[in-house]
């Protein structure tokens, strides 16, 4: 059984930061990419900032609008993502949520998804 368990977000002033952590626990393979989406109210999901190879780290998609004041980085070793949330705006309020795509052991089968609980973070203006 394979967990993302996340930590951090919070309540934070405009101009603030965060910062959140996303460890991959139980019986991995492999991972294909991992990262963050968020979600606010009444919003689709959308991409904040992922590995899109998580083991060699040297491909990244960040959104637009974080670009410049999020950084997303990982710990391979312990299969743990983060993202550094500098210069928040209250447009950035959302459930943070964790992704990660899988690598089964059996290469027959396709990669498969987890999501992790989610995290609010709230910026106030």
């Known amino acids: 059984q394979v967990q993302l368990v996340e930590s951090g977000g919070g309540l934070v002033q405009f101009g603030g930061s965060l910062n959140l952590s996303c460890a991959a626990s139980g019986v991995i393979f492999g991972i294909n990419a991992m990262g963050w989406y968020r979600q606010a109210p009444g919003k689709e999901r959308e991409l904040v900032a992922t590995f899109t190879t998580f083991t060699t780290g040297d491909r990244t998609d960040i959104a637009d609008s974080v670009k410049g004041r999020f950084t997303i980085s990982r710990d391979n070793a312990k299969n743990t993502v983060y993202l550094q949330m500098n210069s928040l705006k209250p447009e950035d309020t959302a459930v943070y949520i964790c992704?990660?795509?899988?690598?089964?052991?059996?290469?027959?089968?396709?990669?498969?998804?987890?999501w992790g609980q989610g995290s609010q973070v709230t910026v106030s203006s």
């Open positions: 992704h990660a795509e899988f690598i089964p052991r059996d290469s027959r089968l396709r990669p498969y998804h987890y």
